[in-house]
């Protein structure tokens, strides 16, 4: 069975610091990784996705992540916050197995302090 | 306008009563899902159709139905209320032919239940 874990319910940093937002997952077999943002009152929207390929993936406002097999992680990162980062941040794995099904982690909350 | 279109956006409602949520969407996929969002548990999949006439069950089904009037219409009712169904509920799509399953969100629709 897939699952997600994401280390740290919030996660604070200062504007200009590094974001450095953890995942690992279990799957039996190859995932697709994500990362969705969710900002106050919306829905979540893609930020990044790991399929094939390239481990190093980079996303929408500077973020990336890289996809290490052997940790199984694919923590989220950003060299410089800011301000308008701060959201919550979901990773999710999906396999074409366990009936497409996408299972998301609980989240973390990034602040960002001025 | 939003690509998925949830309705109502907010609802209080009372223990024992039927509720049920609306999503819409103009992205013409294939494939939609109802999720449930808490704090601290992430998302959870409650109900998904990839076609209109394909109904699965999701990890959280119990307490909830569906229905999938059209392509473009999906419908989770919640026949009799209780307090632990307060929650935010998401609907999501994605097309078939995105093998990667990536999730186009609704903007969620915040249900009380007293």
């Known amino acids: 069975a897939q699952s997600v874990t994401q280390l740290g319910s919030h996660v604070s940093v200062s504007e200009g610091a590094l974001v450095l937002l953890r995942c690992n997952y279990s799957?039996?077999?190859?995932?697709?990784l994500f990362w969705y943002v969710q900002y106050p009152n919306q829905g979540l929207q893609l930020l990044l996705k790991?399929?094939?390929?390239?481990?190093l993936v980079k996303g929408i406002n500077g973020f990336e992540a890289e996809f290490k097999k052997s940790e199984t992680s694919f923590h989220l990162t950003k060299p410089s916050a800011h301000m308008s980062d701060a959201a919550e941040y979901f990773c999710?794995?999906?396999?074409?197995?366990?009936?497409?099904?996408?299972?998301f982690g609980a989240g973390t909350r990034l602040f960002v302090k001025a | 306008d939003a690509d998925v279109t949830q309705t109502p956006r907010n609802r209080i409602t009372k223990t024992g009563k039927r509720i049920m949520l609306e999503c819409s969407q103009t992205?013409?996929?294939?494939?939609m899902y109802w999720y449930r969002q808490d704090p601290g548990l992430g998302l959870r999949l409650i109900y998904y159709?990839?076609?209109?006439?394909?109904?699965n069950k999701g990890e959280i089904s119990d307490g909830y139905s569906v229905s999938r009037q059209a392509q473009a219409k999906f419908s989770l009712s919640l026949e009799s209320a209780i307090p632990n169904q307060t929650a935010l509920y998401f609907c999501?799509?994605?097309?078939?032919?995105?093998?990667?399953?990536?999730?186009?969100f609704g903007e969620g629709s915040r249900l009380t239940v007293l």
């Open positions: 999501a799509t994605s097309p078939e032919y995105l093998e990667t399953g990536e999730l186009f």
């Open positions: 799957s039996s077999v190859p995932p697709y």
């Open positions: 790991y399929t094939t390929g390239a481990t």
């Open positions: 999710a794995v999906r396999t074409n197995t366990g009936g497409f099904k996408t299972i």
């Open positions: 992205k013409g996929h294939d494939r």
């Open positions: 159709s990839f076609d209109v006439k394909d109904i």
